[in-house]
C-alpha cells in the first residue's frame, strides 16, 4: 500500500528556518511530482510547492517564493522542504501529495489531481 509520511513541523519563531520531509513508501509506489500544501484553521488547502521526481522541476506558490526551497532524495524516496523567513502567516498543517501520472505541470498547483495524500504535519510560527 502506497504511502506518503510528513514529519519535522513544530513550533517556530517569526524569521526562523523549519525543514520538513515527506517519504514515499509502499511495494509498488511510483509517482510523477510530490506537491507539497497546507491548510489553515478556516481556510482551503492551499498550493504551496512541487517538484518533479525525474527531470526535478519544481514550482512554488508566490507567497513562498524566495523563502522556502522543496528538493529530492530520488535514492531515498524522500521530498523536503525547506522553509526560511517564516512569518506567522505560515501557520498551517503542511501535507504532501503524489501525483502518480504526468498530468501537465499546470495541474501541480490543483489539489484534486493528486492521488495519495499524508496525514500531515503541524507548523505553527510563533510572532
Known amino acids: 500500500q502506497e504511502q506518503l509520511v510528513e514529519s519535522g513541523g513544530g513550533l517556530v519563531q517569526t524569521g526562523g528556518s523549519l525543514r520538513l520531509s515527506c517519504a514515499a513508501s509502499?511495494?509498488?509506489?511510483?509517482?510523477?511530482?510530490i506537491g507539497w500544501f497546507r491548510q489553515a484553521p478556516g481556510k482551503e488547502r492551499e498550493f504551496v510547492a512541487a517538484?518533479?521526481?525525474?527531470?526535478?522541476?519544481?514550482y512554488y506558490a508566490d507567497s513562498v517564493k524566495g523563502r522556502f526551497t522543496i528538493s529530492s532524495d530520488n535514492a531515498k524516496n524522500t521530498v523536503h522542504l525547506q522553509m526560511n523567513s517564516v512569518k506567522p502567516e505560515d501557520t498551517a498543517v503542511y501535507y504532501c501529495?503524489?501525483?502518480?501520472?504526468?498530468?501537465?505541470?499546470?495541474?501541480?498547483?490543483?489539489?484534486?489531481?493528486?492521488?495519495?495524500w499524508g496525514q500531515g504535519t503541524q507548523v505553527t510560527v510563533s510572532s
Open positions: 517538484i518533479t521526481w525525474s527531470e526535478r522541476n519544481t
Open positions: 509502499g511495494r509498488s509506489f511510483s509517482s510523477y511530482a
Open positions: 501529495a503524489a501525483q502518480v501520472f504526468n498530468r501537465g505541470s499546470y495541474t501541480l498547483t490543483l489539489r484534486n489531481m493528486y492521488d495519495h
